[in-house]
């Protein structure tokens, strides 16, 4: 049996990669393409119901618009950034790779926040769904009010495909700030969600929906414990696969949930 | 990674080395001008059709910029770009299916 025995480590004893690539590199792409589905199926959703809805809302004014589109810049300007730090990684310029990947976190940031202000601005005037708690003493907006009753689709369909495409950019940060400063972000993330958690009030989606982070860290810490290593640029790029996924995706969300639904005054 | 995965890892490195920073600067700037065509158009009282037909148009672009330029596709094997574009592309085209209904929906109620 022994004479038999696979040689893992000599190389020539395997087959050339079919798509002339790592494997790591093809499992992200697997996973993007599942996870593309998903959102596909929800865009479908949408588009569904904007189809089928004779009465579809246009309840976003100039404010929501300047926000989105913000919020789509600062998209736009982490996938440079993240493009960035993959190319100070095949270089072998770690610094510049923690530099990079600290812009793409902040941008990703940025977006969450504005993203998180928006709903809440949105839910405290009436646009909201019956999970979530009213806001005590928020002046409801006629409009938005009547656009859930009437239309109760339109904020179903809003808040799960922006709330799903807020979430995958929230762990898009917490990956790209694990492969980034591995152990050494697990007390920030339990910092972030501390903060998060004791600064939304208790009404609002964000003081649960902060447990994510709670939840990630301790994901994060399994993983960095079972399997410590120094990433690679091989790492870098199959975590900017992600990040640009997460960018590809909203490019989507944004003309057909904002721009079509856009106030025309 | 074992002896073959860290090989192919330093091909793909060396490709990504012989590609320039302009390239991304530029990528990334006709992604903001395509937005801003983008917001500017949601202003314009359009049939909701013909306007949906144009940013979707728009989007695609953009898709494919990003998909080509900042996720490395373009330089990808001719393989890999087949296989999981047209699998993608295949899949998604599926979900179609579902809006004959939607149209009758809007044609004759529900019934």
Same mark, same amino acid.
């Given at each position: 049996m022994a004479d038999v025995a696979v040689q893992q480590s000599v190389a020539a004893a395997y087959e050339p990669s079919l798509f002339g690539t790592y494997s790591k590199k093809i499992g992200m792409w697997l996973f993007l393409l599942s996870d593309s589905l998903t959102f596909g199926a929800l865009l479908y959703a949408y588009s569904y119901g904007r189809i089928s809805t004779p009465n579809w809302p246009t309840p976003f004014h100039s404010s929501s618009i300047i926000n989105a589109t913000i919020m789509t810049?600062?998209?736009?300007?982490?996938? /440079?950034?993240?493009?960035?730090?993959?190319?100070?990684?095949?270089?072998?310029?770690?610094?510049?790779?923690? &530099?990079?990947?600290?812009? !793409?976190?902040?941008? &990703?940031?940025?977006?969450?926040?504005?993203?998180?202000?928006?709903?809440?601005?949105?839910?405290?005037?009436?646009? +909201?769904?019956?999970?979530?708690?009213?806001?005590?003493?928020?002046?409801?907006?006629?409009?938005?009010?009547?656009?859930? *009753?009437?239309?109760?689709?339109?904020?179903? !369909?809003?808040? $799960? /495909? +922006? $709330?799903?495409?807020?979430?995958?950019? !929230?762990?898009?940060?917490?990956?790209? &700030?694990?492969?980034?400063?591995? =152990? *050494?972000?697990?007390?920030?993330l339990l910092g972030l969600w501390l903060l998060a958690w004791l600064a939304t009030p208790s009404?609002?989606?964000?003081?649960?929906?902060?447990?994510?982070?709670?939840?990630?860290?301790?994901?994060?810490?399994?993983?960095?414990?079972?399997? @410590? *290593?120094?990433?690679?640029?091989?790492?870098?790029e199959v975590a900017g696969l992600y990040w640009h996924f997460v960018d590809l995706v909203w490019m989507f969300i944004f003309p057909l949930v904002y721009l079509m639904s856009t106030r025309i005054v | 990674m074992d002896a073959v995965q860290v090989a192919i890892a330093e091909r793909v490195a060396e490709q990504h080395r012989h590609h320039g920073k302009g390239q991304f600067f530029w990528v990334w700037g006709v992604l903001l001008v395509i937005t801003a065509i983008e917001v500017y158009l949601g202003y314009q009282n359009m049939e @909701?059709?013909?306007?949906?037909?144009?940013?979707?148009?728009?989007?695609?672009?953009?898709?494919?910029?990003?998909? $080509?330029?900042?996720?490395?596709?373009?330089?990808?094997?001719?393989?890999? =770009?087949?296989?999981?574009m047209c699998s993608l592309v295949f899949c998604l085209a599926m979900m179609c299916v579902f809006f004959p209904d939607a149209f009758r929906i809007l044609h004759l109620g529900v019934r």
């Open positions: 810049a600062f998209l736009l300007t982490s996938s /440079l950034t993240m493009v960035l730090a993959v190319r100070a990684a095949v270089f072998g310029n770690m610094r510049a790779v923690q &530099g990079w990947l600290f812009a !793409t976190m902040a941008c &990703g940031i940025g977006f969450v926040v504005l993203h998180g202000r928006e709903w809440s601005h949105l839910i405290a005037e009436g646009l +909201t769904l019956p999970v979530f708690p009213s806001v005590p003493g928020a002046e409801a907006n006629k409009e938005f009010v009547d656009v859930s *009753k009437t239309v109760p689709q339109f904020a179903a !369909t809003f808040f $799960g /495909l +922006t $709330g799903m495409h807020m979430l995958h950019v !929230t762990l898009g940060v917490v990956y790209l &700030g694990v492969v980034a400063l591995r =152990k *050494k972000f697990i007390p920030i009404y609002s989606p964000f003081h649960y929906g902060a447990h994510v982070l709670l939840l990630s860290a301790i994901v994060c810490s399994v993983i960095l414990w079972l399997k @410590p *290593k120094v990433y690679d640029s091989s790492d870098i | @909701p059709v013909r306007m949906l037909s144009i940013l979707m148009g728009l989007s695609l672009i953009k898709a494919a910029l990003i998909i $080509g330029y900042f996720m490395h596709m373009k330089f990808e094997l001719s393989r890999m =770009k087949w296989i999981t």
